[in-house]
């Protein structure tokens, strides 16, 4: 009985932890080119694009957390190679865990790092 109080607990607990999240204007997002070893931070406003070498890098969304506007990044990335019409990568990334939804790419690296909320 005990458990299934705890467990009664823990879910109840779990949707009053929830963080809210604000929408910056812009974001940053650094690029590695793994052939030159070149590392470039791109700094874009939400639906901005931005070329450098074969890629180009829309941000769409720089989302943070209100509580903590320096804590995470949260940004939503758009990144096209050449003039191909179907991105390489299309989806949200977290700055505090990069691997967790990274792009795949033989020469570029791109990842989070923070929205600009000022």
Same mark, same amino acid.
């Given at each position: 009985?005990?458990?299934?109080a705890?467990?009664?607990?823990? #879910?109840?607990?779990?949707?009053?932890?929830?963080?809210?999240?604000?929408?910056?204007?812009?974001?940053?997002?650094?690029?590695?080119?793994?052939?030159?070893?070149?590392?470039?931070?791109?700094?874009?406003?939400?639906g901005?694009?931005?070329?450098?070498?074969?890629?180009?890098?829309?941000?769409?969304?720089?989302?943070?957390?209100?509580?903590?506007?320096?804590?995470?990044?949260?940004?939503?990335?758009?990144?096209?190679?050449?003039?191909?019409?179907?991105?390489?990568?299309?989806?949200?990334?977290?700055?505090?865990?990069?691997?967790?939804?990274?792009?795949?790419?033989?020469?570029?690296?791109?990842?989070?790092?923070? #929205?600009?909320?000022?």
């Open positions: 009985m005990k458990q299934l705890l467990i009664a607990a823990i #879910c109840m607990a779990g949707p009053m932890a929830a963080q809210q999240a604000g929408e910056a204007t812009a974001g940053v997002v650094r690029v590695l080119d793994k052939v030159s070893g070149a590392v470039t931070d791109l700094r874009l406003s939400a901005e694009t931005a070329a450098l070498g074969h890629l180009k890098v829309t941000l769409d969304e720089c989302r943070y957390p209100t509580a903590n506007p320096n804590g995470d990044a949260f940004t939503k990335l758009t990144v096209t190679y050449r003039d191909v019409p179907v991105p390489v990568f299309q989806g949200w990334m977290i700055a505090s865990a990069p691997a967790m939804n990274a792009m795949e790419h033989p020469r570029y690296d791109v990842w989070a790092l923070r #929205c600009i909320t000022s």
